[in-house]
């Protein structure tokens, strides 16, 4: 009797773990460095993070990369679904779960080294002939929030922002942290040196895994006594250290 026993329980046990991979679901967004598409495979300081966490945990959720607006509303409306990599914003605190931070992060904006107008003040920004920065997310929304009227939102991916620069047909762009910067420069095979950080720090908070409302308890625990550990032991820094933003930017 008492193998049997042991057996029902070992069983259910198991049950209980593949149910729990069955319904959750990891969702995260296009954005190098933190999340993104290489080769074929989903890669990215916060995958590593999240990975990471996972083994020790012993989680395997299906991590599904997806367009921003996709990603968003699966958090909100889809049961059991976590999503990295967020800003943890007063307006999204209540919204969800959160476990981090991963890192700390600001946005600058960039301008070409080479330009007769260097800015190096808000008012001056504020009246820059136009700034060029995505056509939706956190960051145009905070940008408008910030008083900004000269916005031009017409760059679908971050890539277009750099490209638009280069070519002239832009003289300020805002849109990605200085680790993105990096990211796209090294990506598009920009110069050293070639791009301006303005001085002028617009946006600095850290990124989180965020987890909706009927996400368990324990689990969300668990991720987060995951993530400690991997700072204790070191882990979390050496994942970021392989994608500090260079020198020159």
């Known amino acids: 009797m008492k193998p049997s026993i042991l057996f029902l329980v070992l069983l259910c046990s198991l049950s209980g773990a593949m149910a729990r991979a069955e319904t959750y679901q990891i969702v995260t967004e296009e954005w190098a460095p933190y999340n993104y598409e290489e080769n074929g495979?989903?890669?990215g300081m916060?995958?590593?993070v999240v990975r990471a966490i996972m083994a020790l945990t012993g989680d395997d959720f299906d991590i599904a990369l997806l367009p921003t607006m996709r990603a968003t509303?699966?958090?909100?409306?889809?049961?059991?679904?976590?999503?990295?990599?967020?800003?943890?914003?007063?307006?999204?605190?209540?919204?969800?779960?959160?476990?981090?931070?991963i890192v700390e992060e600001s946005i600058h904006?960039?301008?070409?080294?080479?330009t007769t107008a260097p800015i190096t003040s808000l008012e001056q920004l504020m009246h820059a002939p136009h700034i060029t920065t995505r056509h939706?997310?956190?960051?145009p929304k905070m940008l408008e929030s910030l008083g900004f009227r000269n916005l031009d939102k017409s760059a679908a991916e971050s890539h277009q922002l750099y490209r638009m620069l280069l070519a002239g047909r832009t003289e300020v762009i805002?849109?990605?942290?200085?680790?993105?910067v990096a990211y796209y420069s090294r990506q598009l095979d920009i110069a050293p040196g070639t791009l301006r950080r303005v001085p002028i720090e617009?946006?600095?908070?850290?990124?989180?895994?965020?987890?909706?409302?009927?996400?368990?308890?324990a689990l969300v625990a668990a991720w987060a006594a995951a993530l400690a550990q991997l700072r204790r032991t070191g882990e979390l820094?050496?994942?970021?250290?392989?994608?500090?933003?260079?020198?020159?930017?």
Not at 136 to 139: C, D, H, N, P, T
């Open 109 to 114: 904006p960039y301008q070409l080294s080479g």
């Open 46 to 48: 916060s995958t590593e």
């Open 174 to 180: 805002i849109g990605d942290t200085d680790a993105g």
């Open 73 to 101: 509303y699966a958090l909100q409306n889809r049961p059991r679904t976590i999503m990295y990599s967020m800003f943890r914003t007063p307006e999204r605190e209540p919204l969800y779960k959160w476990v981090g931070p």
């Open 41 to 43: 495979q989903l890669t």
């Open 136 to 139: 939706a997310g956190l960051v």
């Open 202 to 217: 617009l946006y600095r908070s850290s990124l989180y895994i965020a987890f909706s409302h009927d996400c368990d308890d």
């Open 237 to 249: 820094a050496r994942i970021q250290r392989r994608y500090e933003r260079r020198d020159d930017q």
